[in-house]
């Protein structure tokens, strides 16, 4: 069974600053997708990124990019030049081809401080 | 374009009393699924769909029941409602190909009394 799992569950950060969100993984399947979702208090979920397991380039949209290490089964998130709009719950997914199942980690809460 | 649309957004019931949550998308996604978000555990899934006619468990299927007679139709059942369901439920759809992102239903926050 595939988990995810999201150890920090709350972090805060200064506006402006830099914040790296973390995520580790387990699956046994080799076809698999990784996402960031963002859940600010109006409870809807935002895509706000995503990664192809088969590629090794880190994406990257804007002020946020991922640090994906394939071997260590991490996909962390950065997000640079924080702003206030960027606080939210965020969470970690996985999205396995085989089973077309998504798992999500158990949320992380950011609180960006001006 | 509305995208998901989850009916009703607000609702209470009563032990024993049942159900159907109301999804639909009109985006001609054949994936859709329902997942329920409680505090401090996520998103965990219930039931999803790969298209019309095709429905499969979830993480935590017991209690709720679901059919696609349609692409556009999800809907969610509680057949008979239990305290444990309360929880803010979403639904959502995707494109085919795993690297299509999940489109989500606002929610619909659900308490049993």
């Known amino acids: 069974a595939q988990t995810v799992t999201q150890s920090q569950p709350e972090m805060s950060v200064q506006e402006a600053e830099t914040v790296t969100l973390s995520c580790t993984y387990d699956t046994s399947e080799s076809d698999y997708y990784l996402f960031w979702y963002k859940q600010p208090p109006s409870r809807q979920m935002i895509l706000v990124i995503r990664?192809?397991?088969?590629?090794?380039q880190n994406a990257t949209e804007n002020r946020f990019s991922v640090n994906f290490q394939k071997a260590a089964k991490s996909f962390s998130l950065k997000i640079s030049d924080s702003q206030l709009g960027d606080a939210a719950m965020y969470f970690c997914a996985l999205f396995q081809g085989g089973s077309e199942k998504l798992v999500f980690g158990k949320g992380m809460k950011l609180t960006v401080n001006p | 374009n509305a995208g998901v649309t989850q009916t009703p957004k607000f609702q209470v019931l009563k032990t024993g009393q049942s159900m159907t949550l109301q999804c639909a998308q009109d985006m001609n996604h054949e994936y859709m699924s329902w997942y329920r978000q409680d505090p401090g555990m996520g998103l965990r899934l219930i039931h999803y769909s790969v298209g019309a006619g095709i429905t499969d468990q979830g993480e935590v299927p017991n209690g709720y029941n679901v059919s696609r007679s349609t692409t556009e139709d999800f809907p969610l059942r509680l057949l008979s409602a239990a305290p444990s369901q309360t929880s803010v439920y979403f639904c959502?759809?995707?494109?085919?190909?795993?690297?299509?992102?999940?489109?989500f239903g606002d929610g619909t926050r659900l308490s049993i009394l």
């Open positions: 959502a759809s995707k494109a085919q190909g795993g690297f299509q992102p999940q489109h």
């Open positions: 990664q192809e397991a088969y590629k090794q």
